[in-house]
């Protein structure tokens, strides 16, 4: 009896492994321009990446469009490039710090901060030939950011209209108080993320504080422009100390992405 009793188990247990749950992915529709939730078996969901789908429940509202320009309403939470190899998650301060190549992580490296705030990418992500961003989609340029910043009225006060309203002081909201200028007129929805340093003294800093994006364009071998709001200020600017002659950050921080569509000429 017990000869039969090991096979038999594998049986069921491969029987039980060849019916696979479905995975949630936002289907984009590109004929309608929207987009729905719907439910894929494990072995479609590399096609429905492909065309640019994302994992999981479709967000009640995906975009907002700003002038010419249509941003997604929240921030990437990817672990895989569009080509579905994975991204590896540093979880490591000085394995990240010495990072040249991409990687990811949480704030904090607590998993509670992903569904807000999305994932923190070093740059080295950002600029991976394999494309972090959704098909459709595009990390923005330092260009494109200064397009939205003037669309909003120039960068001393963009962020306000950026930003997500209330406090956490009231209970109302995820930044710290004054959220000066917090009106989320554009739609943007902007989160306070914080970012990953690169200095190892630090480490993490910023949640609730300060909302930090990659642009797509470097600066130079280890630097690459970005942009920032703050709790205390409207501003959405390249980041403190640049207006006064500080490079932008090094590539190795950890900052949040904002993705912009893809200018479609056929639209
Ligand atoms: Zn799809």
Redo the contacts with the bound molecule.
Sequence with gaps: MKKFLSPLLAILLFSACKKPGKIK?C???VASGTSKT?E?YPNALA???A???LLGDCPAVLSTTICDQDWMVKNLDVTTYRNGDPIPQVIDPSAWVELTTGAWCYYDNDPANSAIYGKLYNWYAVNDPRGLAPVGWHVPSDAEWTMLSNCLGGYSIAGGKMKSTGTIEAGTGLWLSPNTGATNSSGFTALPGGIRTGDLAIDFSGINRSAYWWSSTSYSIDRAWSRQALFDLSILDWGIGIASGEPPFLKNNGMSIRCVRDWNANQ
């Design positions: 992915v289907h984009y529709d719907i894929v096609v429905h990446l065309h640019g789908d």
